[in-house]
């Protein structure tokens, strides 16, 4: 081959490889040629909200109690928050429950007093003896088996929202009490705590 035809050929192919590298660079560039896209859209969070109410009063008063004599009240509630909750029943002051040695507070009474907490029907606590001593008196030992009001007690599982509810506490001063006219034995503070579903108030 003669060296013009040589430096042509040169050419050409030199003139090739500026061609393709135009090209890779315009399309490395650019990117797509065409695009489409959807509306503008949000991404949005609002917080729920647990609440509970009391429907009527929730004061349990009783009066004129007589031994041997159970008398019971009950309180309605209502969910009034957006989710699904759960319902307790928990005692604010745990003094007056008592001191766990059977010397204070309504777990003192020991076979003196019988309490039971019912909800919905169903009852959730029963004790016909409330002793609170856990080493003279065991939880589950002794007949009838000890078994001290607790601090806290779930009523309802999962209530959804502008659901209503009972409870009902009941107590019965035993026949030991015969010579205690007018005494007081009962004086308890409360709250209905809701709580987010599987969430202990604690």
């Known amino acids: 081959m003669n060296k013009s035809k040589t430096a042509r050929v040169a050419a050409f192919i030199g003139a090739l490889g500026a061609s393709a590298a135009l090209i890779g660079a315009a399309v490395s560039g ?22 509970i109410e009391g429907v009527g009063g929730l004061d349990v008063v009783f009066q004129k109690m007589l031994p041997g004599e159970a008398q019971s009240k009950t309180v309605e509630y209502r969910s009034t928050g957006a989710n699904n909750e759960d319902v307790w029943l928990v005692f604010t002051n745990p003094s007056q429950l008592g001191s766990h040695d059977a010397q204070t507070g309504l777990n003192s009474l020991g076979t003196y007093g019988e309490v039971h907490i019912a909800s919905n029907g169903v009852e959730k606590f029963g004790s016909a003896n409330l002793n609170d001593n856990a080493s003279s008196c065991p939880p589950g030992a002794g007949n009838p088996a000890c078994n001290p009001l607790p601090e806290k007690i779930k ?40 709580t987010q579903h599987g969430i202990d108030p604690s």
């Not at 502008?162 to 503070?189: A, I, R, T, W, Y």
Request: net charge neutral.
């Open 155 to 194: 009523l309802a599982d999962n209530v959804q929202p502008d659901q209503h509810g009972v409870f009902s506490f009941s107590f019965k001063p035993s026949e030991k009490f015969k010579s205690n006219q007018g005494l007081p034995v009962l004086g308890l503070d409360y709250k209905l705590v809701a």
């Open 30 to 51: 650019t990117g797509a040629y065409f695009q489409g896209t959807t509306d503008q859209a949000h991404i949005t969070g609002t917080m729920g909200t647990i609440k």
